[in-house]
């Protein structure tokens, strides 16, 4: 009995059952160690927590690292090249600005958006770590999902879904990133450009953190330390 899977190929050849199996365990490893760094490391003490979120980190780069061995993934595919930012910025166009202008006419109208400096220091660094983030989600999590799903639909909406989840439990971030999370996952199985996601993740972050009130997002704050903001 043959083990590849009907009607799913990537770049025209067939996907093996083993391969996807694989791949998912590589998946939920990773979501399991972002997870423990949301929900376990932040009660313990200060050292415990440094060196707990060290080793942590560390397992997970080290198996990011040796799986995109194991795969033959180079740097356009995973995103760090050039080759892919003029489609990347040309398919993130249209929704970055439709959400921009949505979170600044929110904004304005409830008198909850202020342009000063803290505006600009977080617009100046939050790419930084959306780059960081966005690495995980669309290298790793987006392309081993299209190792198991194909490229499409399926494995768009399960980044998204991912995306969301390690944002829990605050609802609003949590629903936010689910839809940023489709449109980033879609820009970057057409072109695969993790630069023009930082800079588009970025800019919508500082616009969100600034534009809604506190009402509806108290903080940016997840996981075990989203309810102890909450509860003090």
Known sequence: MSCVSKGITVNGNPIVML????????????????????WSVPKLNDAA?????LVILTWTFALMVMSHINYHEGLEELGFGTKHLKPAVK???????????????????????????KFFLQLAGIPIWALFQQYITQSFI???????????????????????????????????????GYFWARAFQRAPNLYAIAISHG??????????????????????????????
């Open 91 to 117: 398919e993130l166009a249209l929704p970055v600005i439709i959400a921009a202008i949505i979170l600044v006419s929110l904004g304005l109208t409830l008198g909850t958006i202020h342009f000063r400096r």
């Open 203 to 232: 800019l919508l972050s500082t616009l969100f953190a600034n534009a809604m009130p506190k009402w509806i997002l108290p903080n940016m704050v997840v996981g075990y330390n989203y309810l102890v903001r909450m509860a003090s």
């Open 19 to 38: 391969e996807r199996l694989r791949a998912a365990a590589q998946v939920l490893l990773v979501l399991f160690f972002i997870l423990l760094m949301l």
């Open 142 to 180: 987006n392309r081993r999902l299209q190792a198991i799903f194909g490229p499409g639909h399926k494995s768009t909406i399960l980044t998204a879904t991912i995306f969301s989840i390690v944002h829990l439990p605050n609802p609003t971030l949590t629903l936010a990133t689910a839809i940023a």
């Open 49 to 53: 927590r440094f060196y707990s979120a």
